[in-house]
């Protein structure tokens, strides 16, 4: 474990990587996943603005390390490359058989522990992830290390060594919420905080280069039953796809589907008049 | 371990319709879990809600008093966990919203309960509670249970469950707490402003455009098209944030919900959590979309897959 | 009888032995400066990248003396200039061949070996060929002068698009001075020239060995004849001469010593130039070495040596300026201001003894002499502007490479960030599963072979857009049907294909270029086949051009050259000529880029079309607007796009039915300019391979044009 020299201040970016559904996908033979061979994969999105809000941090001036998190086996260091190309200083990968079947808050406990070992002062996680959408990782990250959170940030003012930070949330229906928090703290970082930056290739592959460092469980102080299902709050029974509520489909040309659709809207603003 | 407790949420004095949703979903429930359905809610005023949260089904109402505006998630978590500690439900439901992502994992991690997220569907059969809820954008249901856990705390999606109709004559109780020292102040709202006058939460017809147009200069031809068939012109986050659209326009959880609306039309947007959140509830909704297997599809009742141009373009013409 | 002897000119004749050693004092200071000058452009290029050129220097030279000698790009679209330039060359060529006989004689010969050859018939040869000469040059500028003052061409307008009238640096009035007296210093040495010949003869109209023979110098007689008739005396003849001798001599001299300073230069910088052409230039773009610690140009000194002196050789003709697609819609873009930007950039900060901070050396921006990122993103990279240079600078090379600087630093739109991710994704620029592409063979009654699994003659490289878009998906399946007709033995690299990569490179996404091209060349390695064919241009261009520098080299054909040996060998037989009026728009990367103009052409011959053309064809046929990465690109509202333009000028062909292009990308972009500018119903917009199969197809399986 190293650290870049002269940082005296470190903020911790968990990121996923998420799985798109190809079409035609099919359910695995245990009814409880999708086949993997029908997974699409990259780096969750709001990751993606919540590593760009740790970078910025970074650009700005201050002296700090910016050190990416995942918990999931080797196909996340992909995810992470993206990170490191995009301006992250250190990567981490936790991963061991027993980790699988984890749900987010096994994986926050995970990370908490991570976040403890490195002894980081900031935690940034995505507001959710793309793929299964719990949002609830990264305040259950804090709700592990006990830190000050606040959730769906869109805004973010904090400089380093301050005592606290102020933060906008963005909450339903149009309406933002400003907020103090007090630090050490974790923020889930909303999409449009930012603008990520583009990793080129050329940076992934130069990414490459560098090493992630991949732990176990033992290695940050938690045994196999903080993780998988024992660790979890929540197991899955059995994933389907939902016989109702798939549209009732209209075919031909465009100019037939445009017809149906006309006569749709016509028998609705007809019956409304 | 018995009953249910839903937490109600309300905001800037009002309360939020996802609380009588709660109720709703727990109603059913009660022949299964047992015990009273007990419903809380936490902050400064909160007795002000009594009344609206007196609907069919409710046996309790625990006000928690709490200092100051807004009570913030370090308070709610608290709050929560006595309430659990001290009531000991079976089940506890919450709002899938903005506010509970801010506890919701918080307290299910320091209680070690039984937790999930964005529930639309919840039974209870030999093995305990069975959560549904979306996987790989909504594209799969999955069933979760909780083996192990005496309590489980589910976090539900707005819109899935209604409002229980009718009143009832529940037990009031203020239950005191002592609040922790906020470490995450609330300071104040801000109202976005509008950007232009129109109110998607009272328009019934509304034809939605999202990523799917793929440039600014599309916009015109279906702001067109909408004035056309008499729609209101809405759309997606992403083409709200472009700024191709204000954001008063913007469907979905961050922007409005389509609450009064009966009709809706969505092309080119590919059904994101965050938009269905806004819109999934009403009654006839048509999706075009070129994506065969867009999420939307799983919400919509009458599906298109096509090129959005070219039925947008055919579609004007009957009008 | 006059000795032969005398017949000559005599050199300093009455000059005071003072004055012959300040003129050539003078000289020597003149060539000094120009010298001086030369060194100063030459560090100025010793301080660019390295480059390496290949091919034998003696076979560049020659084509180099080639083209300048038949002025073969100078004329091109423009006889008129090519022909005024003609004068003013080989007129300015004469003079200094000729004025340099007199030195070979008067300070090498005469002194060192005591021979002479400048009397007698040589002289007079001399004095009528350079009198010749010198009218030459004087018709030359005048036209010039003509053009510059009168006609006022548009490319010759110095205003930039890419600045605001605002700008210090929007219409770069300084060049229109030295324009001007370029041109005027040319036409005083020229016009004092014949008058200092006439003052001579004046001046010694009494020596017959100078008057008797004033004949042979027929434009100084006719001078003279004039002063002589004005009453002008011998003494005041001499008195004339003496003047304009120094005058004449002075500003020559002049001229000569601010050559390397001036555009005068480009009499050098263009000649060498042409030599460096590298007639590839656009079609392969350079690889980033591995040892390279950024891709792409940042700074001046990251343009190599050749391109440096490509910058001075621009004469600021316009001529890109004029076919550039960008330009004419109205994009902040000119190449003739990216190349002037940088010129003047390099001239501002190599100039000096030591290099400046690397700061100063940075060629992005709005500063002058900078070059903004919205310019450097409206490029179409459809090589008009490389195609059309007279002198040989390599445009597209250039922009590629500052792009490559803009997509390490991720400034691109929006749009094209999010291409470029899914592209990296999935493969394909459609955000489709690899497992779709091929999709659009499933409804054929036949099955393509998978050239992973069975050798096959022909292997079909079908590309992006005509395998998932579905118009082009459509063209796919008829030009299938057409080679399964003909007999041809093909097959596909079906899900293994990748997108080619030629616009990810010329977006500057290096390192994406590289997955992709090596993917492709690692699938087809797994494939037998003995040909390609590909239906896309772009992907011709890449494959043919690019892919062996990453070790794939292959027989490929665009479809064009297929179906034309198919329709000429009977495998494909039109059952009824088509009669349509036809015009053809050449795509940019099977015509400019590879030379492919005759296959199409002949094809619609033999379907028995009617093909007009438009007045911007072949060689200088208009970009439809999706090259180099545009078409993943929004173009801005309200103004005309590239493809927009293009359909108007066809829509001008009285009675034109089908607009014929040869390029999935052409099909998208015409048939969307066909219905926004109104003229859907007028004509269609259709894909060659359509028209083949409806000639061979059985009359009533045909699609009637238009319908």
Known sequence: MGSVKGCRWKILVAVKQVSSLEEDFEIRADGRDVEPDFLVRDLNEWDEYSLEEAVKIKEAGAEVEVVAVSVGPEVADEALRKCLAKGADRAIRVWEDAVAGSDSIAVARIVAAVARREKADLVFAGVQSSDHSFASTGTAIAGFLDWPHAAVVNQLAYVQGATRAEVRRELEGGVLQLMEVDCPAVFTIQLGINAPRYASLRSIKQAAAKPIETLCLGDIGLSSADAGEAGSLSRVRRMYVSAKGRAQMIDGTPAEQAARLAAIIKKFTGAGA | MSGILVIAEHRSGELRPVSLELIGAAQPLKAVTGGPLAVAIVGSGS???????????????LVVPTPGGEPDPDTMAVAIAMLIESRAPGLVLLPHSVDSFGYAGAVAAAGGFGFATDVFQIRFDEGGCVATRGGYGQKVNIE???????????????????????????????????????RARPIEYI????????????A?????????????????QFKDLADAVGATLGCSRPIADSGWLPKSRQVGQSGKTASACKLYVAMGVSGAIQHLAGMKHVSTIVAVNSDSAASIFNVATYGIVGDIFAVAEELRSHF | ???????????????RPLAVTLFYGAGIAATGIFLWGIWIQVRKYRRGARYVLDGSLAARFGDMVGSVLSHRTVRRRDHAVGAAHGLVFFGFALLFVGTSTITLEFDVLKPLFGVRFWYGNFYLWFSLVLDVAGVMLTVGLLYMMYRRGWLKPPKLDYARPDRSPTDPDFDRSAYRIEDWTFLWTLMVIGVTGFVLEAARLVWLAARPEVWNFRWWSPAGAVVACGLRSLGVSATAAGQLRTGLWWFHGVLALAFIALIPFTKVKHIFTASASLMLRDPLASQRLPRVPDSQAAPGYQYITDLNWKQLLNLDACTKCGRCHDACPARATGAPLSPRDVILSLREFANKSLASGTLPDKAELDIHGKNAGQVAMETLWSCRTCMACVEICPVAVEHVPIIVQMRRKLVESGDMDPLLTKTLQTIHKTGNSFGESRRKRPAWTKSLPFTIKDARKEPVDVLWFVGDYASFDPRNQKVSQTFATLLRDAGVDFGLLYEAESNAGNDVRRVGEEGLYEVLADSNVKAMSEATFKSVVTTDPHSYNTIRNEYPDFGGRYEIEHYT????????AGRLKPSRPLNYRVTFHDPCHLGRFNKGYEAPREILKLLGCELIE?????????????????????????????????????????????????????LTMFEDALKTTGNEGRFVVRELIELVHEAVAVPADAAVAGA
């Open chain 2, 144 to 182: 979760v249970d909780f083996p192990g856990r005496s309590v489980a705390v589910l976090a539900v999606r707005s819109g899935a469950f209604k409002a229980p109709e009718g009143e009832s004559t529940p037990a009031v109780t203020v239950v005191q707490m002592a609040a922790p020292r906020a």
């Open chain 3, 1 to 15: 009888m006059i000795d032969s002897q005398s017949i000559t000119r005599t050199l300093f004749e009455d000059f």
């Open chain 2, 47 to 61: 007795a002000n809600f009594v009344k609206s949260l007196a609907v069919a089904g409710v046996d309790e109402i």
């Open chain 2, 191 to 202: 109202e976005v402003a509008a950007g232009d006058d129109v109110d998607m939460t009272t």
């Open chain 3, 614 to 666: 438009m007045g911007r064809c072949r060689a200088n046929s208009f970009c439809c607007g999706a090259g180099g990465g545009r078409i993943w690109v929004a173009d801005p509202v309200g103004v005309e796009k590239p493809a927009q333009n293009r359909i108007r000028e066809a829509a001008a062909i009285e009675g034109l039915q089908v607009y014929v292009v040869s390029c999935p990308k052409d």
């Open chain 2, 204 to 220: 019934e017809f509304i034809l939605s455009i999202g990523r799917g147009i793929g440039e600014e200069a599309k916009v015109a």
């Open chain 3, 561 to 568: 050259t297929l179906l034309r040996v198919l329709l000429a």
